[in-house]
């Protein structure tokens, strides 16, 4: 069975410092892995997604995530966050031919000025 | 082109009532997945429907069912409620037919059952 583990409930950070959100993954196949952000009241939003090739891959709005395979890990970072980046962010895995995604449980992300 | 669009966006319920939800997938979409993410949870997937088929079930009772219309718009109906029903319940569509297409999700629709 697959899923994710998402460590850090909550973290806080202050605006223009650098972020990393981890993720661990379990899957016995070769994982599809996602990276999604909730903003309060608001629907899913993709950032970023790795299904095969370079394992560092880059997504939208500065956020980047790093494959790797020894340590079943998918962290998402970002160099320097803004205050819009307070959000919650998701982890997910999946696999071809495999109808679902499965999540993690979250990491809040809070901004300090 | 238009995005997923979900209604209603907040509804209350019952114990034992039942409800149904809509959803409007994206222009081009065939595929309508069904997740349900419970306060402080990440979101569970219920079920999926291509060309109006359903195409893969998470782990819910059968009193959550699903249909999906020609235009590939969706319903998920949940009969008999529950207090642990309570969520907010997320449709995605995606072109892609198992695999795994980008997922477009809606902003949901928040069911509280009293």
């Known amino acids: 069975a697959q899923s994710v583990t998402q460590p850090d409930i909550h973290i806080t950070v202050s605006e223009g410092a650098s972020l990393e959100l981890r993720c661990n993954y379990s899957?016995?196949?070769?994982?599809?892995l996602f990276w999604y952000v909730q903003s309060p009241g608001q629907g899913l939003q993709l950032l970023l997604k790795y299904f095969s090739g370079d394992t560092l891959v880059q997504g939208i709005k500065g956020f980047e995530a790093e494959f790797k395979r020894s340590q079943s890990s998918f962290n998402l970072r970002k160099p320097s966050v803004h205050w819009s980046d307070a959000a919650e962010y998701f982890c997910?895995?999946?696999?071809?031919?495999?109808?679902?995604?499965?999540f993690g449980t979250g990491t809040r992300l809070t901004i300090i000025p | 082109e238009t995005g997923v669009t979900q209604s209603p966006t907040h509804l209350i319920k019952t114990r034992g009532q039942q409800v149904t939800l809509r959803c409007s997938s994206q222009s081009g979409h065939n595929t309508v997945s069904w997740y349900q993410q419970a306060l402080g949870q990440g979101p569970q997937f219920i079920f999926q429907?291509?060309?109006?088929?359903?195409?893969g079930r998470g782990n819910f009772p059968p009193r959550f069912s699903g249909l999906q219309f020609p235009n590939y718009s969706s319903e998920l109906n949940v009969n008999a409620l529950e207090l642990d029903d309570s969520a907010l319940y997320l449709c995605?569509?995606?072109?892609?037919?198992?695999?795994?297409?980008?997922?477009?999700f809606g902003e949901g629709s928040r069911l509280t059952v009293l």
């Open positions: 429907y291509y060309r109006e088929e359903e195409n």
């Open positions: 995605a569509s995606s072109f892609a037919r198992g695999g795994l297409g980008e997922l477009f």
């Open positions: 997910a895995v999946g696999a071809l031919g495999n109808e679902k995604l499965t």
């Open positions: 899957y016995g196949a070769t994982p599809y």
